[in-house]
């Protein structure tokens, strides 16, 4: 089983490099570290408060992109060209397919922030030009960054494993969207009364809580991110991708493939 | 011990938009075949050929009916290990080399990793493909594809083989390599399914063979019993063409060059034809038995009006 997993995840993971998917770091690191000066111009305190904002930003934009682009065809590339043939006609359960999938593409995106974050530190030696204990602080904001990854992979694997590539980009990149406003919809739930609260919470509940998983603006400013706020968001990142894919699968275990 | 038993397999899939409409593809099929045969599994476009394969496959699901492979029930995962199957028109991960898509393949069927490399290394050399062992399958020809894809079918050395439409979209060449690979994986004992509508190839290769139209068996036996059973004709010649009105209604096709005259006739109409050709005055040239073919039996099971009475 685990070789046969890990088989998967590891042609997963090279076709994403033979396809040039991993290359885009390069195009990061170079946007980066050719701004960088300007943002030295703006002024002395500001310009680190702004490149980290930005910075990390764009890493976590990059990868939720690329998550769900390549997340979209993982699957239903097999089926339209047939590749899914010659796997299932061998000992391949289809849950060990899709988990493999999955982490073929989770392995990636892991891969990528790597090399993201070292460009990032790259520009912040460049601009500062010394790397100070804050610096490493910011390594809780990227930590949390590959979290989303986990989640946005395994809901754009949920979504086309019923639905088609188009659709599962659409419905994919909305709940991000909304998961990023995902506290404040608690709230709002929180404060709703009557016979349809229950409701309005279990759905708002359901939604990815990706604003919990930002702490840009947050470690920007020095503020360190607690230990538990890091337990509970691994905890729940683990949790939630864990219950996506399982309903991915149970979709797929039924699918007749065309 | 049966190879391949298929019990009643049906299928029908939903079609249109709210996938509520049926289309049946497969009527319940019975199918039995025996461990090391060479079985053809005939067919024109739509037969319900490569919905069989898929069903066996665990690819699509069956409506109802079940099937044994090797005594097994065919969806148990344990079983196969002992299969082998080349999908229609296959297309393979085109951004790796053909070692490293039989190293793959070779890590899902469970083949350890020393096995792997040497089985790898001769299925190239046995597939002609030594020299191209490095290059990327974007870069493959057709009849190399094609070879690869058996080499993938059996990279595990399974027991069972099944190939959906080998030698279709083939030059001849291909077609040739593609026959002998079949017909090495005969002598080394393995049982092969395989589909096709191109009978040279069925004849050449099959033990048995059968026939299937619209998802209904139509037939199945041994080659040379099929063509047996297909209608028995003569070919006779004459010299006196003037006596061809006489005997038109008796002949399924004639024709005259000159004054001799060529017609075919049914095996029960033989006397009397030469009967009348006698009285005729004319005189006869030769008699020539015309065997059945394949094809005369294939396209006698697989008209539409042998379905309306069949
Ligand atoms: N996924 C599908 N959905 C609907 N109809 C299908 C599907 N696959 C095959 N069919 C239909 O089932 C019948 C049998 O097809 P198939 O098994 O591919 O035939 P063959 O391989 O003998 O050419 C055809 O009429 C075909 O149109
Ligand atoms: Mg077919």
Redesign the interface.
């Known amino acids: 089983m685990i070789?046969?997993l890990s088989?998967?995840a590891f042609?997963t993971f090279?076709?994403a490099v033979?396809?040039r998917v991993l290359y885009n770091f390069v195009l990061f690191v170079l946007l980066l570290v050719a701004t960088a000066p300007l943002f030295g111009q703006i002024s002395i305190g500001l310009e680190r408060l702004i490149l980290i904002n930005v910075g990390l930003s764009a890493m976590s934009l990059f990868g939720i992109v690329i998550a769900i682009f390549v997340g979209i065809g993982l699957v239903s590339k097999e089926i339209d060209?047939?590749?899914?043939?010659?796997?299932?006609?061998?000992?391949?359960?289809r849950w060990e397919f899709i988990a493999g999938k999955y982490l073929g593409l989770v392995m990636t995106l892991a891969v990528n922030a790597t090399f993201m974050t070292a460009g990032f530190y790259l520009t912040l030696l460049v601009t500062a030009h010394q790397l100070t204990r804050a610096d490493a602080g910011l390594l809780a904001a990227i930590y949390f960054i590959i979290l989303q990854f986990f989640i946005i992979t395994a809901l754009t694997l949920l979504f086309s494993s019923f639905s088609t590539p188009i659709f599962s980009a659409i419905f994919s990149f909305a709940l991000f969207v909304i998961g990023t406003f995902a506290e404040d919809l608690r709230n709002f739930a929180a404060m709703s009364d009557g016979a349809g609260k229950w409701l309005v919470t279990g759905v708002v509940y359901l939604v990815p809580n990706f604003s919990a998983l930002n702490v840009i603006s947050q470690v920007s400013h020095d503020v360190p991110v607690s230990g538990s706020l890091i337990l509970y968001n691994t905890l729940y990142a683990v949790l939630y991708s864990a219950a996506a894919t399982a309903a991915a699968v149970l979709i797929f275990e039924?699918r007749?493939?065309k | 011990m049966n190879a391949i038993e298929i019990l009643g397999l049906t299928k029908s899939y939903l079609t249109g938009f709210l996938r509520n409409k049926p289309k049946p593809a497969l009527q319940p099929l019975h199918l039995t075949i025996q461990e090391g045969e060479t079985f053809g599994f005939l067919g024109p476009n739509g037969a319900g050929k490569t919905t069989t394969l898929k069903l066996l496959m665990g690819i699509v699901f069956p409506t109802s009916g079940s099937a044994r492979i090797l005594g097994h029930h065919f969806h148990d995962p344990g079983i196969k290990k002992q299969i082998g199957f080349l999908p229609e028109q296959p297309y393979f991960y085109d951004y790796l080399s053909a070692s490293e898509l039989l190293d793959y393949y070779a890590q899902l069927s469970g083949v350890p990793k020393d096995e792997r490399r040497k089985r790898i290394a001769l299925l190239l050399e046995r597939t002609g493909l030594a020299d191209a062992g490095k290059k990327q399958l974007r870069k493959f020809s057709k009849g190399m594809l094609q070879r690869v894809g058996i080499a993938q079918a059996i990279i595990h050395d399974p027991k069972i083989v099944f190939l959906d439409e080998p030698m279709s979209g083939l030059d001849p060449i291909g077609r040739r390599e593609i026959r002998e690979l079949i017909l090495s994986l005969k002598k080394d004992g393995k049982t092969v399914f395989f589909s096709t509508h191109i009978l040279s190839d069925a004849e050449a290769l099959c033990d048995r063979v059968a026939v299937i139209h619209k998802g209904v068996l139509r037939g199945i036996g041994v080659v040379e019993d099929l063509k047996s059973q297909t209608e028995d004709k003569s070919e006779v010649v004459w010299q006196g063409a003037h006596a061809l009105a006489a005997v038109a209604s008796l002949l399924s096709e004639s024709n005259v060059a000159g004054e001799v005259a060529r017609g075919v006739v049914r095996g029960q109409d033989l006397d009397l034809l030469l009967e009348k050709l006698r009285r005729e005055q004319t005189r006869l040239i030769s008699v020539t038995p015309l065997h059945g073919t394949l094809e005369d039996y294939f396209v006698a099971h697989t008209t539409d009006q042998e379905a309306v009475q069949g």
């Open positions: 070789s046969r088989a998967i042609n090279r076709e033979r396809d060209k047939k590749t899914l043939y010659t796997i299932l006609s061998r000992p391949v359960r039924r007749n493939l």
